[in-house]
C-alpha cells in the first residue's frame, strides 16, 4: 500500500452510460468533490452523456488529472484499464448499487469519498496486470492488458477442446477442457474463482492457470510465480475456431496456429481504497463468510 498527498486534486470521471441512475451519480459526484475544492474533468464519453462539451479523451487523463474516478461496477472498472492505457494513478471506481470487489465505495458513500479525496486520506493498492500477445503466422502480433484474466476457450463447438500450455519454454499440459483462465491475484475472486480456482491475496506475486470444466479431476489449477511467460495454444485444428477473451472484454477469434503468450505487464493499475477498508473486508461481505 502507498500513500499519497495531493494538492489542489483534479479528478478525471468516467461512466458506464447503461447503469441506472448513471446520470444522478454523476452529478452527486461532481456537486460533492467541486465544493470541497477539487476539480472535476469529463471523459468525452461522459460529456456526450450529460450533453456537455469540453470532454477528453480517457488515455489522456494521465497528463490531465491526479485521480480517475469509474463510474459503474467491476465490469466498468475493468473496461478502464482499456481506456486509460497507462495510468499509473490512483483509479476510484463508485459502484452505482453494491460494493463490488473492485470498487472504492458505493454511490450511497460518495460524501465520504469526496471528503477523502479532499483531505488526502486514502491509499492505493497496487495491482498486477497481464500483458497478453496474440501471435500468428505471418500477421503481426496484438498485445492487450488485462486486470482480471485471460482466456481461451472453445467457440463454435459444443465439445471439449484441447490446449497445449508452456511455461518458460518448458510443455506443462495438455488440458481438455472447455478452456483455460491465465488469472491474476486481482482475478483470483472472479472468472477464475467461478471455474474452482484460489482465491489469492492481491499483493501476492503470483498467477493462477485454471481449466474450465476440465474432462479430468486430475487437471487442476496451478499457482506460479508472475515472472515467468506462459504460452497456450490450441493442439488440435479441428477445435477451432477458439475465442480469446482479456477481462471479459475483447475478443478474438484463434485459429490452428496462433499463440495466447501471457506474461506479467510493465504496467500496473492503482486502486483507490478508503482507510478502512480491506481486502479481506470485502471478501466477508462478497461471499457472506460469517464465521463459526
Known sequence: MQAHELTRVKVGILLNPQKDGAWKTLQALRVALESRGCKCVLDRKAAEFVGEE????????????????????DGTMMHAVSRLGQFEKPVAGINIGTLGFLTTCTDAEITQFADAV??????????MLLEARVERA?????????????????????????????VNGEWLNRYRADGLIVATPTGSTAYSLSAG??????????????????HSLSQRSLV?????????SPENADDCPMLFTVDGRDTLRIDPGDRVIVRKSVRSFHLLRLEGTSFYEGLR????????
Open 285 to 292: 461481505q462478497k461471499l457472506g463468510w460469517q464465521g463459526v
Open 224 to 232: 506460479l510465480s508472475d515472472d515467468v511467460e506462459i504460452a497456450i
Open 197 to 214: 480456482g484460489p482465491l489469492i491475496a492481491p499483493q501476492s506475486q503470483v498467477m493462477v492457470i485454471t481449466p474450465i470444466c476440465p
Open 118 to 127: 479532499a483531505e488526502n486520506r486514502f491509499i492505493t493498492s497496487v495491482r
Open 54 to 73: 469540453g470532454g477528453i479523451l480517457a488515455r489522456d487523463f494521465a497528463r490531465q488529472v491526479d485521480i480517475a474516478a469509474v463510474l459503474g461496477g
Open 138 to 166: 505471418g500477421k503481426a502480433s496484438k498485445v492487450y492488458h488485462a486486470l482480471n484474466e485471460v482466456t481461451l476457450a472453445r467457440g463454435e463447438t459444443g465439445r471439449l477442446v484441447t490446449l497445449k500450455a508452456m
